[in-house]
């Protein structure tokens, strides 16, 4: 649609109809306006979904491996195909702009969103989000790059003003944004939180360098509730606040316009380009020619042999003393550890879907192994976590008899108003009709366990949880948070003992009354008593000794990482990280498998005899990691993170204001650039990586001189030593040693796969864009490069680079 026409639609719109236009009419909804032919623009959460308007886990999702997963492949083709899966399933479920993907960095290891973001460097995480942004908008779907900017922890989100130096902004943090906006990203989010004093929402970066340095000529979006104020949000380069329809905008910012407080060409502006995103996304046209929806997707089986190639090309290969992969000699395996008979697929959060299924490691190696090898699993302690929601599993609708629960909404006198048969105990949106005052979840529990089981109910305002008409849990539960992710995602659970024995039902019933300001979500959870950690390390040790392999699988929690707090230490438990050692005490063919979203604390690493770290690797994880175990794929991952021995080390922790204030004190040196200055070696560098096979680095060439503001290229020699075919992540760096300006000691320019068979050479071509040898002058306010010697280093990680090349750098002029 062309400028005049966007002018022409405009002039059909009173100042009220455009005021109307930019904060949503729903939770996920944009306003329609048959005026001008505009209809509904829809927008779904991800990154590793699409889960569409409702919480509704009868409206099931793919589920792709998190972030963190997909940029330890770094295999931007692949992304970039997994993105155009992600346009797929929206496109399924009408959703024309796709929240993600999220471009904040793995700035302190202690981050609770680690899973949600790629990486701690800039670059990786500007090629991975641009590839994911190409292959959502390959289908006609909008992405949005997220959180704009500096929003990389959870504590204080809110309110948090971070305080970084400009070279260190521009550098780090925006980069991925600027990458994204090369990508034609359609719409970037304003984060939650301050930047030097100023909430993004209202933020002058919304328009420099976003808008004039960089052309973004997209939709800016608020958070979900980030826009507080009227008029310097209107000011801004903010487009939408959204969810609707109460906002801060509406008839105060028509008031506004009004009384000259806020030019009216600002609302057009945003008017503007609120309709060019909804011409593109196919929902802007005279009224009743609505076009119909793009059609093709991908094929169910396609798709999950997809997810599952995702999953193995996304597992690191942290350590393997000759353990992996398992061959045809392995008879029995011991599957060892509760997360690998529920592997944790997806971190929490408001990210999060409901997958039609998930496979298990277990799962996963027993349908490998089926006719091969025998399988026991030895399910180990139980995590230390609050209970999970009530599942099919464990429970029946007390009125139809099918595996679920009940949910009824109620009157003011307890009258029934609705109800319908539900498959989770896990209810953040319920249905409601008028009149409702009460939600209640009942359940028919079935314990195949005799002891006391913990029974829970989470949520806010008067609750009520009772178990055959027995009181366990009543009182009044303040809301003490405004952050979304906890009121409407993940409230806090208030739980209680009973006992329950084997053969006898109990009616478990959960009422929430829904008062204003309380959300709607309520959750309804059980968990069977804990066995004995002694006992239960015991049986796996039995398990490990009788086997001729083990793979032992441990991890995070829901309540460990998600969004809306950071983690307070990098700690898997002592009864973890026990089991752990005690199995690879008992079998030295001990496979230690880490399913978590970011670092974790290992200090058992020298004790077994592989160490795999699977991350959340999607509903095709355990078939995935089989494939790798098994050798059927290799380990495709090189880490996108530095992983600390222990958390004490890492250069860079904070995620705790002090005063409301979060200090960006070590500027540009974060991830591998602050280890690289510090006193402790971590345990696992930044591009570390095994696989099936080895390699040696033998030969880096290219130019000895270069010109400031051009690309050049290097190609690097490597050969396959090893007895497998292979591929290889060959990374290169900068450094700019002598130097009177401060650099980083060396830092990521750019890197490529190769493939080889046993004995073969591959030559990687690595361009390195002229923006990698530029820094951003505070006293001149632009960027510049500084002429004079440079180093070019090569090889498999961070630390790992025993190629070295010198180049002269030459400024024209």
């Known amino acids: 649609m062309t400028e005049d026409e966007l002018d022409r639609l405009l002039d059909k719109l009173t100042l009220r109809a455009k005021v109307r236009l930019l904060t949503g009419a729903t939770t996920w909804r ?87 973001c790629f990486s701690e460097d800039p670059v990786l995480t500007s090629r991975v989000g641009a590839a994911l942004i190409r292959g959502i908008q390959s289908r006609g779907v909008a992405a949005t790059a997220k959180h704009f900017v500096a929003n ?30 090369a990508a034609g990203v359609q719409v970037v989010m304003a984060g939650y939180n301050s930047v030097n004093g100023t909430t993004m929402t209202a933020s002058p970066l919304l328009s420099d360098p976003l808008r004039s340095e960089w052309g973004f000529d997209g939709v800016v979006v608020s958070d979900w509730g980030a826009a507080r104020t009227t008029h310097d949000t209107a000011r801004s380069g903010l487009d939408l606040a959204m969810p609707g329809p109460e ?20 609302v057009d502006g945003k008017v503007r380009r609120l309709l060019a995103l909804a011409d593109r996304a196919g929902v802007l046209g005279e009224p009743g020619e ?37 061959g045809p000699e392995v008879r029995t395996v011991a599957v060892v550890g509760a997360h690998a008979a529920r592997t944790r697929t997806q971190g929490g959060g408001s990210a999060g879907v409901f997958p039609q299924h998930e496979v298990s490691v277990l799962e996963g190696l027993r349908a490998l192994l089926r006719g091969r090898a025998g399988v026991v699993h030895a399910p180990g302690p139980c995590p230390d976590e609050p209970a999970p929601a009530l599942d099919m599993d464990l429970c029946s609708d007390p009125r139809s008899g099918l595996p679920g629960v009940l949910l009824r909404m109620l009157d003011a006198s307890g009258s029934e108003l609705y109800a319908e048969h539900r498959n989770s105990g896990r209810q953040l949106e319920p249905r409601l009709v008028p ?100 006992r239960a390390i015991a049986g796996a040790v039995r398990a490990a000794a009788e086997a001729d392999a083990v793979v032992v699988v441990v991890g995070t929690t829901e309540h460990s990482e998600s969004e809306g707090y950071d983690r307070s230490d990098l700690t898997l438990g002592a009864t973890q990280n026990a089991l752990v050692r005690a199995v690879a005490a008992a079998n030295p063919r ?72 979060l200090e960006y ?64 992540v060959v990374q290169v760096y900068l450094a700019r040693p002598g130097s009177a300006l401060e650099y980083p000691r060396r830092w990521l320019a750019g890197f490529a796969a190769v493939h080889a068979g046993p004995g073969a050479t591959a030559t990687a071509s690595v361009t390195v864009p002229a923006a990698a040898l530029r820094h951003w002058s505070v006293g001149d306010g632009g960027w510049r490069t500084e002429p004079g010697p440079c180093r070019v280093l090569a090889g498999r990680s961070a630390s790992d680079l025993p190629l070295d090349l010198g180049v002269e750098v030459r400024v024209r002029g």
């Open 435 to 534: 009149g409702a005052h009460t939600v209640e979840i009942s359940a028919r529990l079935r314990p195949r366990v005799a002891g006391r089981w913990t029974l829970g109910i989470a949520g806010f305002g008067r609750m009520r949880l009772s178990l055959d008409e027995r009181t366990l849990v009543e009182g009044e539960f303040a809301r003490e948070t405004d952050d979304p992710a906890l009121v409407h995602v993940n409230p806090p659970v208030r739980s209680a003992e009973a006992w329950l024995a084997v053969g006898q039902d109990a009616l478990l019933v959960a009422r929430r009354e829904l008062a204003p300001d309380t959300g709607r979500a309520t959750v309804v959870s059980a968990a069977p008593p804990r066995p004995d950690a002694s």
């Open 665 to 728: 004190t070590e500027g540009l040196h974060i991830g591998y650039r602050g280890w690289l200055r510090g006193r402790h070696a971590p345990a696992y560098w930044f591009g570390h990586g095994l696989g099936y096979t080895d390699w040696s680095y033998e030969e880096l060439t290219g130019p000895r001189e270069v010109a400031a503001g051009e690309p050049f290229t290097v190609r690097v020699g490597v050969r396959n030593t090893g007895p497998r075919a292979g591929r290889e």
């Open 590 to 661: 001990t496979v230690a498998v880490v399913n978590s979203g970011g670092p974790v604390e290992l200090p058992w690493r020298d004790e077994v005899g592989a160490l795999l770290l699977a991350w959340f690797p999607g509903q095709e994880g355990g078939g995935g990691l089989a494939d790798v175990i098994l050798g059927r794929a290799e380990p495709g991952g090189r880490l996108p993170t530095t992983w600390p021995v222990a958390l004490a080390d890492a250069p860079v922790t904070g995620t705790r204001p002090v005063a409301g204030r």
């Open 152 to 181: 990389d922890s959870e504590t204080d989100r809110l309110t948090v003003d971070v305080r970084a130096g400009e070279r260190a902004l521009r550098e780090v943090y925006l980069a991925p944004f600027e990458a994204a906006v």
């Open 290 to 326: 609505a076009r119909p929806p793009a059609r093709g997707g991908v094929r169910p089986r396609d798709a999950r042999a997809q997810l599952r190639r995702a999953a193995s090309a996304g597992t690191v290969l942290l350590a393997n003393r000759g353990v992996l992969p398992l």
């Open 30 to 116: 944009t306003p329609a306006e048959p005026d001008v032919g505009l209809r509904e623009l829809v927008m779904s959460d991800g990154p590793a979904g699409v889960r569409g308007e409702s919480w509704d886990e009868r409206r099931t999702a793919l589920l792709l491996p998190s972030a963190s997963a997909l940029a330890a492949t770094w295999d931007v083709d692949l992304v970039e195909r997994l993105g155009a899966l992600l346009a797929a399933e929206a496109r399924r479920k009408g959703v024309h702009v796709v929240l993600a993907p999220n471009l904040n960095l793995h700035r302190s290891p202690l981050g609770g969103r680690h899973f949600e």
């Open 247 to 266: 906002s801060v905008w509406g008839e105060a910012l028509a008031q506004a316009v009004e009384d000259g407080r806020v030019p009216e060409s600002a």
